[in-house]
């Protein structure tokens, strides 16, 4: 009888703790259809602020606009009949000139030809000669009609036409972003963002993609371009960040509206190179180096070994110096002071001539010579595991180092496992800068 209690009891633990993780998972489904509708409200009210926002504005300059076009076409119709009364006012002034002359010859000669006879002569001999001076005969050209502007507004009916398509056709709302993020993926002080069209009909020129800590809420470009993913690097570990894309149509100057904010941590220590060493100057995150102008040489490490099989260790190459045939870009089981170069044991190494060595050893194969603004990527997975150290096991490594869209594959044995390693670089002459991530 107790047994069956403590059955039916522990079948009914069972049940609660059943109900209870029921529960549980519904709520967080309340709390996800509480986001969503928030976010769909949220959009739409912002969307209808910036609709209304875009059209007042809208109408204010175009309003702006015509009032604009009205007074220089006003200002022209005056340039023109100012321009074009100026010589009949000249023309007129002429004629009533002449019309004042001839009246008052008119009355000279009326006087003359009416007075007495001792008078007459001489006032008709005064008369004539003034007529003749005169020139009765010569009239000033006044202009016909046709001659002259008749000035006219030239309207084209077609414009409200055009004007009333565009603006039917101005704007339009979609119910998602033309882009979306796809992926978040961490890397050492860094970020890996993939996003991907998910309209169909909408053809992309450029995308656009900005971040920001999440507590900051001040988005700032890092990447404009046609590519579909971007590191974004001088990420703080264990820090919230928001990023977001948009794009722009081929042919099209405006931006499309943004993705949906996505939220991207990095949990992983970034890489750094160790500070102090003579020879290299470091910037301020440590993670780009610079072989300065000193004597003094030898392989700058890691500050730790951050470096783990499965991500992609990757070293750019920002300015360049003297090649030389003992440079080096590689990784390393340990540090090994004494050495002025990754081309010994227990290492695998690119030098600046696109040379390969894997434990102090060239290869047959190489890569392209490195110059400014190459990467150099490694790569490297585990391929069979051995005993442990204490049993005296090995490791297989199979690595993968890219340079310039060409790469080499080997696998390299090592006598112990390595859960972590270091990286590490040398270069004889100064000038070179090197970008690791």
């Not at 529960?23 to 509480?34: D, K, N, V």
């Not at 180092?401 to 002459?429: A, H, K, M, P, T």
């Amino acid at each position: 009888m107790e047994l069956e209690v403590e059955a039916l009891l522990q079948e009914a633990r069972e049940s609660i703790e059943a109900a209870r993780s029921y529960s549980r998972e519904l709520q967080q489904r309340l709390r996800g259809l509480h986001q969503a509708r928030k976010q769909i409200k949220e959009s739409a009210a912002l969307t209808r602020d910036v609709l209304e926002q875009h059209f007042s504005d809208l109408k204010g300059t175009l309003q702006k606009l015509l009032d604009e076009r009205l007074v220089s076409l006003l200002q022209e119709v005056d340039a023109i009949e100012q321009e074009s009364i100026k010589p009949l006012d000249e023309c007129q002034k002429l004629i009533e000139h002449g019309v004042n002359t001839a009246d008052e010859l008119l009355r000279e000669g009326e006087s003359a030809v009416q007075g007495g006879v001792e008078e007459q002569n001489e006032k008709l001999s005064n008369f004539t000669k003034k007529a003749l001076h005169i020139q009765l005969d010569s009239l000033p050209e006044v202009p016909s009609l046709v001659e002259v502007p008749c000035l006219s507004a030239q309207l084209d009916d077609t414009l409200l036409t055009t004007v009333r398509n565009q603006i039917f056709n101005h704007g339009t709302v979609a119910s998602r972003p033309p882009v979306q993020i796809e992926e978040l993926v961490e890397k050492p002080g860094g970020i890996t963002v993939r996003w991907c069209k998910v309209d169909d009909d909408f053809i992309p020129k450029d995308y656009r993609l900005q971040y920001c800590k999440s507590n900051a809420n001040h988005f700032e470009d890092v990447y404009v371009g046609s590519e579909m993913e971007f590191i974004v690097l001088h990420i703080d570990p264990n820090v919230d960040y928001q990023f977001r894309v948009c794009a722009r149509g081929d042919g099209r100057e405006e931006w499309s509206p943004w993705s949906v904010p996505q939220i991207g941590c990095s949990t992983l220590v970034p890489h750094e190179w160790t500070p102090g060493l003579g020879g290299y100057s470091l910037s301020s995150r440590r993670n780009i180096a610079l072989r300065n102008d000193s004597n003094s040489c030898g392989v700058l490490y890691s500050r730790a070994p951050t470096y783990f099989c499965g991500q992609t260790l990757t070293f750019r190459i920002e300015t360049v110096g003297q090649p030389d045939k003992r440079d080096s870009l590689g990784v390393c089981v340990e540090q090994q002071n004494g050495y002025n170069s990754l081309q010994r044991d227990k290492a695998v190494c690119i030098s600046t001539n696109g040379a390969v060595f894997v434990n102090g050893k060239e290869m047959t194969n190489q890569l392209p010579t490195v110059t400014s603004g190459s990467t150099v990527t490694f790569d490297m997975e585990v391929v069979n595991l051995g005993l442990s150290n204490n049993e005296g096991g090995n490791c297989k490594l199979r690595v993968t180092i890219g340079s310039n869209n060409r790469e080499v594959v080997f696998d390299w044995v090592l006598d112990q496992s390595c859960g972590s390693l270091y990286f590490g670089c040398s270069f004889f002459y100064p000038g070179w800068k090197v970008l690791v991530f």
